[in-house]
Nanobody, 124 residues
Framework: VQVVESGGGLVQAGGSLRLSCAAS????????VGWFRQAPGKEREFVAA????????SYADSVKGRFTVSRGGAKSTVDLQMNSLSPDDTARYYC??????????????????WGQGTLVTVSS
């Protein structure tokens, strides 16, 4: 199973980016998918998660109201729409898939499959 993120880049404060996550030999269709991020010198932290049907979502308080996680067509991709970005959002963003249909929570140890991450840089 290979998980791949895309869509990172450089954006000015107040701008938007859309990240996408896909998997090979795996469709996400029956699995919860989460997004995490890690800034330089900091621990990896939970950002958002979505269940297998796309009906239940959860967010870190720091991104609530600004970020939206959603499933793409046929539930084969999971996107993270990020609006009103600030320099504090600068980090490498990782997609993770669970073996469960519902989110196992914000502890990264409970997520099974991980991508290599995509870098998001927000300039002031």
């Amino acid at each position: 199973v290979q998980v791949v993120e895309s869509g990172g880049g450089l954006v000015q404060a107040g701008g938007s980016l859309r990240l996408s996550c896909a998997a090979s030999r795996f469709t996400f269709s029956n699995n919860a998918v989460g997004w995490f991020r890690q800034a330089p010198g900091k621990e990896r932290e939970f950002v958002a998660a979505i269940d297998w049907r796309g009906q239940s979502t959860s967010y870190a308080d720091s991104v609530k109201g600004r970020f939206t996680v959603s499933r793409g067509g046929a539930k084969s991709t999971v996107d993270l729409q990020m609006n009103s970005l600030s320099p504090d959002d600068t980090a490498r963003y990782y997609c993770a898939a669970s073996i469960r249909s519902y989110s196992p929570g914000s502890d990264s140890r409970n997520w099974r499959y991980w991508g290599q991450g995509t870098l998001v840089t927000v300039s002031s």
